[in-house]
């Protein structure tokens, strides 16, 4: 659960590229420069984790799922810790990366392990995006529409989707309007 009595912001920075150092990476990073001294932030790299195939039970005996352990239990735990959370990740067909899209899918399942109260510990976070994408940006609505979606499920705050443009390694850094944004992105209004 989130302990918001000390008033500090808990950003989860959850890493979807299946490379280290990537473009949305990159950019994420250079958002969290302006964060203030005292915000606590974690990264995790789901390309560092193991995290089993989604199997969804709502239809199997009593619809209840086990309780998360190994990786899956330290993303839940990081998930329910955290005041915001940002997925980041590149723009892949239209969508985050599978193993963002992993991830999303075991909070179906986590929302039915009993008495692990997550829709309640996600009610009132912040869902961001970072994310870098070839082309033209329109092509990243859908992805920042599953995300906007997914966080109005839950009951969270949707705080918004910071786009880049890239491809090979580093591009993002010859994005001038995307590093600039991203100086005050993170930033509560």
């Known amino acids: 659960m989130v302990d918001q009595q000390d008033g500090a912001r808990k950003l989860l920075f959850v890493l979807g590229s299946s490379r280290a150092d990537g473009n949305s990476e990159i950019l994420a990073r250079r958002a969290a420069v302006s964060l203030p001294q005292e915000t606590q932030t974690t990264w995790l790299a789901l390309r560092d984790l193991t995290l089993r195939d989604f199997a969804d039970l709502r239809h199997v005996g009593d619809g209840s799922a086990p309780l998360p352990e190994g990786d899956e239990k330290l993303l839940f735990e990081a998930t329910t810790a955290a005041t915001d959370v940002v997925i980041v990740s590149p723009l892949y067909w239209y969508s985050v990366s599978s193993a963002v899209k992993r991830y999303l899918d075991h909070w179906a399942g986590w929302m039915r392990v009993p008495d692990a109260g997550f829709v309640e510990a996600m009610a009132g976070k ?64």
């Open 126 to 189: 912040t869902l961001w995006s970072v994310t870098v994408y070839a082309g033209s940006a329109d092509r990243a609505q859908p992805l920042v529409d599953m995300l906007q979606h997914s966080a109005e499920f839950l009951g969270m705050q949707w705080g918004g989707a910071l786009l880049g443009n890239g491809s090979a390694p580093g591009d993002v850094l010859h994005d001038a309007d995307a590093l600039t944004a991203a100086q005050t992105f993170l930033l509560p209004s």
